[in-house]
Each structure stands twice: as C-alpha cells, then as structure tokens.
C-alpha cells in the first residue's frame, strides 16, 4: 500500500513524520501527506473521511496549515453515525475558532443534536458550542441549553452548566434566562453538576447585578448549609484529597460566598460561622487544606467587617510565612499586603516572621517582603527596623542591595523622628552601599544637614570618619567633599562636639588629603572630581596654611583632558593667584536649603520656573530666580508653534555660586544676548581668555541709544556687590559687557553709574520716543491692568510697554506676580514690579515695564498670554488671559 494514499493509518504518518531527520524532510512528508488528503477530499471519499481528520488534526498540532479540511468537518458532523460524529466534532472544535465565517454553517446541525436522542450525541453538541460559541451562536441555541440544564442524565446537566457559561460571557444579556436553573443546581448532589452549578452562579453574579440581588437573598444560607455538609461529611474515597473531601468543591463555594457577602451586612453575618470553621477545621499539612485556607482568608479579608475573623485569617496567613513551600509564602505575603489596608495591627505582629523573609534566599519573595516591611514601617517602629534592614545590607546579595538600598532610604526620609537619627542611618547606608544609592539620596541628605546648622560639626567628622573606611563609595565621598568644603574649619577645631562624640584630631593638611585622595583614585567620576575642586578653592580660603599645596593640587589638572575639569581648574587658579581680595565672598558657605521647596520638587510639584519679576514669593533653594528648564509657552499653555526656544540649564553652577541672574545683556547694538552656557560666563568673569575692554573717555556714555541703558545688565553688579563690602563701594558701571570683564580684575573708581532718573527717561522713551494710546489690557471683577507704550528711535521693533495694575476690590492683594508668555519670533524682557503688594480700593497701584521685541515687525502683530497671581487674605489667587488686541504699529 502507498504509506501516503487515504488508507494510511495515522499512527503510519506519525511514525513517518518522526523519522525525519531534518525540518525539509518533515516538510515534504507533510506536504505529500497534504496533497492525498486534498485529492481524497475532492473525489469526496467517505470511507476514510473520518481517518483523513485525525490525519488534518495531527498536522494542525505541528503548524502546517489545515483550513482545507474544514468543510470535511462539517460533513462529518452531519453523519448519522456516532464515531463520525465524535471526530467531526473534535476537527471543528481543533480547527476552527468562533471568527471563522464557515462557522454558521454547523449552527442547524448543533441544533439537531442538541434534541438528539442519544444523549452521547448530546454531549458532544455541548462541548463543541462550549468551547467555540460565538455570540450569535449563543443567541440561537440559549433555549436549547437551558433545557438541558434540567436533564435527568448528571453528566448532561454538567456539560449545559458549563456551555451556560460561555454563553452568558458572550451574551450577558442572556444572563436573566439562567437565573432560577442554576439556582436548582445548587441543590444536586452530584458532586460533578454541584461545582459547575457554583461557578455558574458566580459568573452569574460578574455579569448581571440583577442574579447578585437573587442570589445573595435567596440563596446565601442554602449554600453555607451545603458547604457545612461537605466540611463535615465523612470520609468518600471518590471525592477525597490528602484526607479532605473534594477541595475543588470547597473553594468554589468560598470564592461564590466571597462576591456574595462583599457589600452586605447581613450575607456576611450568615456565613461568618461556616468560614470560621473551615480556618479552624482543615488541616494545614497537606497543599490541598492550604489552598482552602488561601481561599478562606481571601474571602474573610473581602466580606464585611469582622475584627474576630480577620485576626484568625492573619493569623493564618502569619503561619503561611513559616512554610517551606515558597509558593505560600509568596502569595501570604501577597494577601498580607491586601490586608495592611484592613487591620495594620494585626499584620504588625508578624512583623519579625516578615523580616525574616527579607532574608529569604528567593528573589521574589525577598523583594515581596521587603515592599511588605515599607508597609508596616511607622512612627513607633521606624529605628528597630531600620536597624534590622541596614544589618541585613552588610551582608546581602549585590543584586538585592540596589532594592533594599532605596527602601531604606525611603524610610528614613519619610519616618525619620529626628535630624541626627536621619543622617547617621544615611551615613550607614552611604557606607555599605553608596555605589547603589541615587543621587536624589545625597542631594536630600545634603540639604538635611545645611538646615542643621548645630550637627554640622558632628556630620562632617562622621563623614572624616566614614570616608577612611569607605572611600569607595561614590556618593559617601561625593557628600564628605562637599562637607569638608563647606564646615572644614568644624573639622580641625572639633567645633560642636555632642556627648556620644569621641574627639578625634584632624589637621587641615588632613583634611585637604581626603580632597586630593578623592580627586586622585581612578574610580572617581568626573562629579565627584568637580566638587573635589570646589571644596579645595574654598579650604584655600579657610586653611591659609595649606593655600599653596591647595593650589598645586588644582594646577595638576591644568591640562587635563576633561574640559570640565580643566576649565575649573584654569578658573579656580586665577582666583587663587589674582582675586585674592574678592576670594572669601566668593566662597562663602552656601545658604540654607528649603527643605520643603526641595522636597516639593522631588515629588514634582513645583511648577517651573517662569519669565518674572525677581520676587520673594519664588522661594527657590538659592533665593536665585533660575532660567526655565522647559519653555514658558507649557505653563501659560501655548502651542509648541509659539514657544520659546528652552534656555540652557548650564549656568546653574555660577548662579549657585555667585548669585548672578543670567538675564540675556543687551549688546552695543541694541540686541538682546543670551549669556554663555556654563563656566563660560565664568570665564568672562574671571577674564581668562578675553580680550582687554576698549577704553572709552570716562566723560562720555559708553552706549549712546536710549534703549542701550537698560536695568538689566546692571543686575550682576548689584548682586555681586552684596559679597563684599569693599566691592560694594566700588563696583558701579553703566549697561555693557566691559565692567564684567572688568569686574574681578579692579574697576576703575571713576566710572559712575547714571542715575536713575536718566535710566528712566531712556527706558521709557516719553523724550525722544514715539507714543501711543494707553488700553485695558485686562480687567477682572476686581482687577485692572492697563497698557502705555513707547518706542525707542531708530528701533521700530522694540516696544516698551508700562504696565499699571489696580486694585478695585476692598482687600489688599499681597505676594503680587505678573508673569507674561509671548510667541517664539518675539523676545520679552520684564523687569522687577515697583511692589508686591497691591492696595485696595483703587488706593495706589503698582507698575511694572517691560520690553518686548518683534523680529517679524509688520509681519506679525503681537500676541501675549498673562498670568496674574497674588493672595487675597492669605488664600492664592490666579488670573489669566490672552492679549490680541495692540495698537496698530507695534
């Protein structure tokens, strides 16, 4: 015989198939195999029919495609015949699914059989609408299912429960049908039919809030007297399991009991007996009496309140974590995390079981439990755990520590009682794991100890302490540097010494080895080298002894090939050597962080920095007004079309270290400059690199436009001159570039600054300027704001605009902001309000100029989006608007 003609037996093809040696080989056998099918399909070959299926079934199995074969299937379901029944139902079952069209073809003939009179028959027309009933399928052969719900035969009665599912999911309008027969199947006992007849009605209950109603009054104390039946029924060796009679049984009950007493009172009360007899009844030795009890405290911690129940459920739970098996212990720590929301304090008494499993050498339920112990940390029992976690950091794996690193430090920041509690266990957890910590970390653990102003002796020889023992970790030597930059003298005079402190002497020649160990070891990044050069520049100033060898430390990476690090080792020389009377102010220490402002924008909730007038309602960490980290236009909510290009953030270390506001300088021409990125501005401080200033006749004005003679370029000079008293004397210069280069190099004594009234003529443009008429920009119930322009000569597209803003309310109006946002081809410049505070009842009025330049001037008009913010009896007030409407010719 052809081992590939319609007579081959199945078994013959598998044994062929699975001598193949390679996939090509196995291909072709298919393929061949295939073509005969096909070829017997065509001649309409009913002897083997039911042979060729089996064949089509197998070769589904392995991946080829079969969907030639489907019709054969649907024939074979119209034979008379049982056996040609069975293959046909199980080839429409395998390869075909509720998306194939073909599909309503066979709807008839499940119909048919659904009425056979052979209930064999029957029961294969239920297993085929089980598994792949679609939902019109549903909606025709519901009658037929539901019939057979009360069929005399068990196993009848069984399949229709079970095809009654999949049809209620597929047509939950069809749910109400269903109702009253599953409701008698709660009755039956046949074990089989019981528990299809319990997940009906909990399915029931997902999908019809009407069935959940019925169920839960009629239904409820009917279960819990068959559930206390099987509890107590004796032993039945068909339905036994490691001594427990059918727990299949129990936990579909308990998980139908669970959905029915959530939200009622009185369902919960009928079952809180037979609950409590399962958790204190079934045997915890065997996996089959722990799933029950699983499933006994799921339902106990779902149901209404119980405080007894609970108790005895954690308490179940509590012995789950002593387990050997790992699956229990993970999912009781799961349940345990579910019930911390419940009861807290009964969870809390397994808190050194749950340690315990911190320690775990599985990594899952390591980092399980140790999310449970985040849980449990409060107030009362922060310090003993957190002493427990940081011991079991000594000693645990590398890959956990980055996990257990960051839990720690959650937990000491967000419990922590006290300041010196807080940096001694970040102090630890620097030392056993600084590599693992992120910088978040150490920058919140550096703004603790600058509002700490009586530990900063105790921290910065904890930190000389810890640095000896640990200077490998990167971000605990990051912190020692910035310390000992800032408190170095507190080291080597032990100043503020507390009573657990043990006195150590520390040189400033030590000190200074710490700064040049951390700058010289290879595993220094180029961070932890930058501070290292900051904190000698100013122990240069602090340990005069140790200027000269600080200054040769620095020199050393004079040429170096990091730019940043030579350019500050280039900045920070020139200091040393030709600023000496400006040093000490330059390195003063840092002011006191906001703890709050930084832990604000840690979680985010800060809004950016914006274009506004220099107020102290921005309580930035510095008391600096930084330049915007994302454009204006993504606050006052203008399209991306109209937005700014985003400043750089790269002049945040000079305003950190000097205050300066980098506002854009005008130039000579007229135009705005924005300031170099970086330590660029600093050098052009520093005037390393720049060419000497032009020398001009101190008589006459270095810039002679109007225009030119703005306040903003003056801004630096005033705020530099509040480091030093001798500077403040001397520093004042009109608008330009020139006095800053100037300015660390000596300014001449007799350049003057013009005065104010000059500045404001040229400002506003009222004597030589062009004027138009004033407008309400915008007005509120109790707000006005009025515009007056001017235009400088000879610069059409700048506009200089007055703002005046009146209070008609009957409150004063405090902590006053106006805050402006304009699109991209236009260039805005506000300058300070003459006040913060707004009197009322139109009694006085606070003004405000700022300039606004058009580069497509004629082209586009202005447009500006405004916000006004202020407090109204200490309550925040915000304003907004949208100003279209300018006078033509601006």
């Known amino acids: 015989m052809n081992p590939f003609s319609s007579g081959t ?61 489907q019709m054969e299937c649907l024939k074979s379901i119209a034979s008379a015949g049982f056996p040609e029944k069975r293959i046909g139902y199980l080839g429409l079952m395998l390869l075909l699914d509720e998306r194939q069209e073909v599909l309503m073809l066979v709807t008839n003939s499940l119909k048919q059989d659904l009425n056979h009179t052979n209930q064999y028959i029957v029961g294969l027309a239920l297993c085929a609408l089980g598994n792949i009933c679609s939902a019109e399928m549903a909606r025709d052969l519901a009658p037929e299912v539901e019939r057979l719900l009360q069929f005399r035969d068990p196993n009848i009665r069984k399949k229709a ?20 027969p599953a409701a008698a199947l709660l009755k039956e006992k046949h074990h089989g039919v019981l528990i299809t007849g319990v997940q009906l009605c909990t399915d029931l209950c997902k999908v019809s809030t009407e069935a959940l109603d019925y169920f839960r009054k009629r239904c409820t104390e009917g279960l819990v007297k068959v559930l206390k039946d099987v509890v107590n029924s004796p032993y039945s060796p068909e339905y036994d399991m490691s001594g427990i009679t059918d727990p299949f049984l129990h936990i579909r009950f308990l998980r139908l009991l669970r ?13 809180n007996d037979i609950l409590a007899q399962v958790a204190t009844k079934t045997e915890p030795n065997k996996n089959a009496g722990n799933a029950i009890l699983y499933e006994c405290v799921e339902t106990i911690m779902s149901i209404e309140d119980n405080s007894g129940l609970r108790v005895l459920a954690i308490n179940i739970l509590g012995r789950f974590l002593s387990n050997r098996d790992n699956n229990i212990r993970y999912v009781a720590l799961n349940m345990l995390m579910k019930a911390i929301a419940v009861d807290a304090q009964a969870v809390q008494r397994h808190r050194a079981t749950i340690l315990e499993c911190v320690k775990d050498s599985d990594a899952s339920i390591r980092k399980r439990a140790l999310e449970l112990i985040f849980l449990l940390v409060n107030e009362s029992n922060v310090k003993p755990l957190t002493k427990e976690l940081i011991d079991y950091l000594e000693v645990s794996d590398q890959e956990f520590k980055e996990d257990l690193t960051a839990k720690i430090c959650s937990i000491v920041e967000k419990f922590s009682p ?73 080291l080597v005079n032990n100043v503020g010494m507390l009573n657990i402190e043990e006195p150590i002497t520390v040189t400033e020649s030590d000190a200074v080895d710490v700064l040049e160990i951390a700058m010289k070891r290879h595993t220094s990044d180029i961070t932890t080298r930058a501070m290292s050069l900051i904190a000698l520049l100013k122990l240069s100033s602090r340990f005069p002894s140790c200027s000269q060898r600080v200054k040769e430390i620095i020199v050393q990476h004079k040429g170096g090939l990091v730019l940043e690090l030579q350019q500050r080792s280039i900045e920070f020389n020139s200091i040393i050597e030709r600023h000496q009377n400006i040093r000490p102010a330059l390195v003063e220490r840092m002011p006191v962080l906001d703890e709050a402002t930084y832990s604000g924008k840690r979680a985010g909730s800060l809004p950016p920095t914006v274009s506004t007038s220099t107020g102290s309602s921005l309580n930035l960490p510095n008391g600096v007004a930084k330049p915007p980290a994302a454009p204006l ?110 300015l660390l190099d000596g300014l001449s004594p007799s350049l003057s600054m013009p005065d104010n009234k000059a500045q404001e003529s040229n400002f506003s443009g009222d004597n030589n300027g062009l004027v138009y008429p004033s407008i309400v920009a915008f007005q509120s119930g109790s707000l006005k704001m009025m515009f007056s322009f001017s235009k400088p000569p000879g610069n059409p597209q700048t506009t200089i605009i007055q703002a005046t803003f009146t209070n008609m309310s009957s409150n004063v109006y405090t902590d006053f902001i106006f805050q402006a946002a ?45 916000r006004i913010a202020y407090k109204v009896n200490g309550q925040d007030v915000l304003e907004q608007g949208q100003i279209n409407k300018f006078p033509a010719g601006l």
């Not at 429960?161 to 009253?180: G, Q, T, Y």
């Not at 009586?454 to 000896?468: C, E, F, K, P, S």
């Not at 023992?469 to 030597?477: F, I, K, N």
């Open 9 to 69: 037996r199945l078994r013959d093809m598998i044994r062929a198939i699975r001598a193949c040696k390679t996939a090509a080989e196995e291909r072709a056998v298919v393929r061949k195999e295939c073509a005969t099918i096909r070829a017997a399909v065509s001649e309409n070959d009913q002897d083997y029919r039911h042979r060729n299926l089996a064949k089509l079934m197998f070769i589904h199995m392995l991946g080829y495609p079969t969907h030639f074969g």
């Open 633 to 742: 236009v993504d606050l006052l909510d203008l399209t991306s079309d109209d937005a700014p290009a985003p400043s750089s953030s790269d002049g945040d270390f000079l305003q950190d270290l000097l205050g300066v506001d980098l506002a854009p300088i005008p130039s000579l021409s007229g135009t705005s400059q924005a300031p170099p990125s970086g330590t660029d501005v600093l050098l052009d401080l520093l005037s390393i690199g720049t060419p000497p200033p032009v020398q001009t006749n101190p008589s006459t004005p270095i810039i002679s436009s109007p225009s030119q003679n703005s306040q903003t370029s003056v801004a630096p000079l005033e705020r530099l001159s509040s480091l030093s008293s001798p500077l403040s004397t001397q520093v004042s210069s009109p608008a330009g570039a020139s006095p800053i280069v100037d």
């Open 259 to 271: 959905i029915l007493g959530q939200g009622d009172a009185d369902a919960s009360d009928c079952m």
């Open 161 to 180: 429960a079970l095809c009654s599912i999949r049809i209620i999911k597929k047509v939950p309008d069809l749910a109400e049908n269903f109702i009253s």
């Open 822 to 866: 304009v699109p991209k081809f236009v260039q805005l410049h506000l300058d300070p309000a003459s006040s913060n505070s707004l009197p009322a009842s139109g009694n006085g009025s606070v003004t405000q100029k700022f300039r606004v330049t058009n580069s497509q001037h004629g082209q586009k008009p202005l447009a500006m989006r405004i």
């Open 418 to 490: 006290e300041k010196q509690w807080y940096i001694d266990q970040m102090l630890k957890v620097l030392s056993e794991a600084g590599n693992f910590v992120k910088d978040e970390v150490w920058h919140a653990l550096i703004v603790v100890i600058s509002n700490a102003p009586d530990l900063h002796g105790y921290t910065v020889r904890a930190l000389y302490r810890a640095v000896q023992t640990s200077g490998e970790q990167e971000s605990l030597v990051r912190v020692a540097v910035w310390c000992i930059g800032e408190y170095g003298e507190m």
